[in-house]
C-alpha cells in the first residue's frame, strides 16, 4: 500500500519531514550564533562570596590561568572545567563560576584562611584542611601556631587548639604549638614558654584536667615566685610541674596520686 495514498499517514508523513527540516535549520542557526565572535569569552570577573573578602588571590594570575588552560566560546565552556582549574591557584579553597551574558564570565572565590603551620610545612586552614602557599604571606598578621599530628588528624589538632584557646584564656596564655603523637597522646606549647604535657583522652577527660590546672595555677605560681617550665597533666587526682627553681626535681601538686618525679611515662 502506497503510504501516500492513505491522506492520514501522508499528512503525518509530511508534518514529520517538515519538523525536521525545522530543527535542522534551528540547529544550522544555532551553531552559526554560538560561533559568532559577540560570543566569545572576553573578560573573566573576579569577586569573593558572599560574607568573605579576597587578601591573597591575584586576580591577574587567575584571569590569566582561565586563559591558558580553559577554551571556548560563552556557551561551550565547561563551568565545571573552569572551577577546577581555578582551584588549583594558591589560596583558592572554593570557586563558583557564572556565565553573565553575553561574553563573560564570573568566578566567585573563597581563600583559606591560614590557622597553623603544619609539621611538614603546609599549612593549615579553619577547616582543619592542609593547602599550599606562600608563608610570608600567611605570617603578614604575624606569626603562626605550630601543629603536627598523623595523618588526617588536622580537623582533630584544630579543634583541640581552638578548646585550649577557651580554657586557658583565664591565665591570659594561647598555645603556640599544639601536637598529637602517634600514640594519641596530647602536648602543647604556650606563649610564655610553658609547655603542657596533657596525654590521652581518657580516664578524666583533657578539659577537666587543664580547668583544674588553670584554676589552680595562679596561687602555684605565686608560692613558686616564677612561672612552670613543664606542667604534666597526666594524673588522675592533680597534676605536677617543673619550674627555674626546682629544675630537674618536679614535685607533686594538688593530690598527685601518681609520684611524677618517678621515671615511668604515663599517657
Known amino acids: 500500500m502506497n503510504p501516500w ?10 508534518r514529520m519531514l517538515i519538523g525536521v527540516v525545522v530543527l535542522a535549520f534551528i540547529a544550522t542557526g544555532v551553531s552559526w550564533t ?49 572551577r577546577a582549574v581555578v582551584e588549583t591557584v594558591p589560596w583558592v579553597r572554593r570557586a563558583q563560576v557564572r556565565r553573565l551574558w553575553p561574553n563573560r564570565l564570573v568566578v ?9 603551620l603544619w609539621e ?7 577547616y582543619g584542611e592542609l593547602f599550599s ?21 588536622e580537623g582533630a589538632v ?38 603542657l604535657v596533657i596525654g590521652r583522652e581518657q580516664g578524666v577527660a583533657i578539659a577537666e584536667r587543664i580547668r583544674r590546672w588553670v584554676a589552680a595555677y595562679p596561687a602555684v605560681k605565686s608560692q613558686l615566685n616564677s612561672r612552670a617550665e613543664v606542667v604534666d597533666l597526666r594524673y588522675p587526682n592533680g597534676f605536677a610541674l617543673r619550674s627555674l627553681s626546682v629544675l630537674g626535681n618536679p614535685a607533686p601538686l594538688a593530690d598527685a596520686s ?9 599517657e
Not at 566567585?108 to 597553623?116: D, K, T, V
Not at 611538614?120 to 579553619?126: A, E, H, K, S
Open 5 to 14: 495514498h492513505n491522506p492520514r499517514l501522508a499528512h503525518a508523513l509530511a
Open 34 to 82: 554560538t560561533r559568532r565572535e559577540v560570543f566569545d569569552l572576553r573578560l573573566v570577573r573576579v569577586e569573593a562570596v558572599a560574607g568573605h573578602k579576597l587578601r591573597q588571590s591575584s586576580e591577574s594570575l587567575l584571569r590569566a590561568t582561565i586563559s591558558q588552560r580553559i577554551h571556548g566560546s560563552f556557551f561551550a565552556v565547561n563551568l565545571d572545567d573552569v
Open 108 to 116: 566567585a572565590i573563597e581563600e583559606h584562611r591560614p590557622l597553623a
Open 120 to 126: 611538614d610545612g603546609r599549612l593549615v586552614n579553619t
Open 133 to 153: 602557599a606562600n608563608l610570608d604571606e600567611a605570617e603578614e598578621d604575624g606569626a603562626l601556631p605550630q601543629f603536627g599530628g598523623p595523618k588526617d588528624s
Open 158 to 195: 584544630v579543634r583541640r587548639y581552638a578548646e585550649l584557646r577557651d580554657l586557658l584564656a583565664p591565665l591570659g596564655s594561647v598555645p603556640v604549638a599544639v601536637n598529637l603523637s602517634a600514640r594519641h597522646a596530647w602536648s602543647a606549647q604556650l606563649d610564655d614558654g610553658t609547655r
Open 258 to 266: 601518681v609520684n611524677p618525679a618517678s621515671n615511668r611515662t604515663v
